[in-house]
């Protein structure tokens, strides 16, 4: 069936430091991938998305690409700052439904 | 606009007692949606539904109901709640079709004692 699979936490990364958060996913048809982000005691926030194969999403210095190829949608980021610290979530809606990974927490430290 | 609003924010019950989480969004959204979030788990589908007058189970359904009262409202009832339904509840909206986004409220944390 339809799922997403996302590297494990937590991740723990210096100020400034180079981001990478993996996410693969399982889907007929063509999907649309997402990541969400939540910051401690809020929901979810739509930090980008992509809707076809190649697009990249982007937002507050992340991207990630719609690879289809490898089924990937990878999470980056050049500079990550203290207060990229939450727990990233990659998801994909296959028109009929929405499907989760099970989210990775990222600490940053000064 | 408010988006999506859950009521109320913090809950504690005690094991056996009832209670309905109460959704709304002013986004004119056709489809809505209940998830649990546990810690390791992520997010856990509950129910939802496409649109008005319609309700689906997801991945967890037993011990919960739901009503779709009219296109803006979407509740979540435990009818007896047990320990095992400790957790932080989302709602979320979204349009129909596979370009869309979900909208998230900002969560119930229920504690069942």
């Known amino acids: 069936g339809d799922s997403v699979t996302q590297m494990e936490g937590p991740v723990t990364l210096s100020e400034e430091a180079f981001l990478t958060i993996n996410c693969t996913y399982t889907a007929t048809g063509y999907p649309s991938l997402f990541w969400y982000v939540q910051y401690p005691g809020e929901g979810l926030q739509l930090l980008l998305k992509a809707t076809k194969a190649d697009d990249k999403g982007s937002n507050k210095g992340f991207e990630a690409t719609y690879r289809k190829e490898t089924t990937s949608f990878h999470l980056e980021k050049g500079s990550v700052q203290v207060s990229d610290s939450a727990v990233y979530f990659c998801a994909l809606n296959t028109g009929n439904q929405f499907y989760f990974g099970t989210g990775t927490s990222l600490t940053v430290i000064p | 606009n408010a988006g999506v609003t859950q009521t109320p924010k913090f809950q504690v019950l005690k094991t056996g007692q009832s209670m309905t989480l109460q959704c709304a969004q002013d986004?004119?959204?056709?489809?809505m949606y209940w998830y649990r979030q546990d810690p390791g788990m992520g997010l856990r589908l509950i129910y939802y539904?496409?649109?008005?007058?319609?309700?689906d189970k997801g991945e967890v359904p037993n011990g919960y109901n739901v009503s779709r009262l009219n296109k803006r409202e979407f509740s979540l009832r435990l009818e007896s709640a047990a320990p095992s339904q400790t957790s932080v509840y989302f709602c979320?909206?979204?349009?129909?079709?596979?370009?869309?986004?979900?909208?998230f409220g900002p969560g119930t944390r229920l504690t069942v004692l």
């Open positions: 979320a909206s979204s349009q129909r079709g596979g370009r869309y986004e979900q909208f």
């Open positions: 986004m004119n959204h056709n489809s």
């Open positions: 539904s496409a649109s008005e007058g319609t309700t």
